[in-house]
C-alpha cells in the first residue's frame, strides 16, 4: 500500500502530504507518525500540506488527532502550507482544528517547533499558571 | 434549466471518492469557477460521496453541467439504496454522525453550495442533490 514517507531531520519529523490523501493512508499515517514519535523520541512533527487541493471533514479529523495523539507522546505537531482556499473552505464547513498549531511556511514551522520544544526544556510551559497568580 | 452533460461514477469503495473528486474538479475547471469556489465544490463532492459510501452501503454519483439563461453551474448528485435517514433535520445538524467522520458532512456540503435537496426513505435509500452556480458573464 501506498505510504507517506517521515523523514527525520534532529528532533523533528517531516511529513509532506502530496499524494491524494484518501482514508486508508490518513489512517496508516497516524499510526506511522505515532510510532516514529516514540521510537525515535521525536519533539516535533512538521506536516506540510501545501500541495493538498482540498481537506475534508475526515482529513481534517485525521490531522486533529495527529496533532492531539503528538502532544499525549510529548512531541510538538505543526501544520503548515494550507492553500487560503482550504482555509476558508474548511471553516465554512465547520472543521475547527483546535489546538492544532500552524505556520504558513515550512521555515515558519521549523522555528516554531524549535522554539516550543526550547521553552519547553527551559521550563516555561508554566507560563499560564504564573499568568493566573499575577491577577 | 438543460443539462448540458453528464458522467456517472460509481461509489462502492474509498478510491471512487478520489475518482468523484477528480471529475467534480475537472468540471469545475471548466466552468471557471474562482478557486475558492472550485475548492468548496470538490469538499461538499468528498463528504457526499463518503456519505453514499459509509452510510448509504454504496451507489453512486452523477456531475452534471447544467446550464440556465443567464447562468451555468455545477450539479452533484449522490444515490444509495442503503437504510436512508429516519431523522433528516437531525442529520442536518453538525456534530451529528453515526460513523468516524466529525458529522459535518451533510450540513457542511449544505453550507457550501448554493442549493441542497435531499431526498430519504428509511430502508430504501437517499439521494442528495447539490448545485453550485457561475453567473454568465
Known sequence: ?????????????????????????????????????????AKGVLIDISALEMVDSFMGRVLGNIAKTSRLLDCYAVLVGMQPAIAITITELGVTLTGIHTALTAEAGI????????????????????????R | MAIKSQEERAISAEEDIILVRNSVKRVTALLNFSLVNQTKIISAASELARNTL???????????????????????????HGPGIADINRALEDGFT??????????????????????????????VSVTKWIEKS
Open chain 2, 98 to 127: 453515526t460513523t468516524r467522520g466529525m458529522g459535518l458532512g451533510l450540513g457542511g456540503a449544505r453550507r457550501l453550495m448554493d442549493e441542497f435537496v435531499i431526498e430519504s426513505k428509511e430502508n430504501d435509500g437517499t439521494t
Open chain 1, 111 to 134: 522555528d516554531l517547533l524549535n522554539d516550543m520544544i526550547k521553552s519547553k526544556s527551559n521550563g516555561k510551559v508554566h507560563a499560564k499558571r504564573q499568568v493566573a497568580k499575577w
Open chain 2, 54 to 80: 459509509e452510510h448509504g452501503k454504496g451507489g453512486r454519483a452523477i456531475i452534471q453541467l447544467v446550464n440556465d439563461p443567464d447562468r451555468v453551474g455545477i450539479r452533484l448528485t449522490f444515490e444509495d
Open chain 1, 1 to 41: 500500500m501506498e505510504r507517506i514517507p517521515i523523514l527525520k531531520f534532529g528532533d523533528i519529523l517531516l511529513v509532506t502530504i502530496q499524494v491524494d490523501f484518501h482514508d486508508r493512508i490518513a489512517l496508516a499515517l497516524q499510526e506511522d507518525l505515532t510510532e516514529k514519535i516514540v521510537n525515535l523520541s
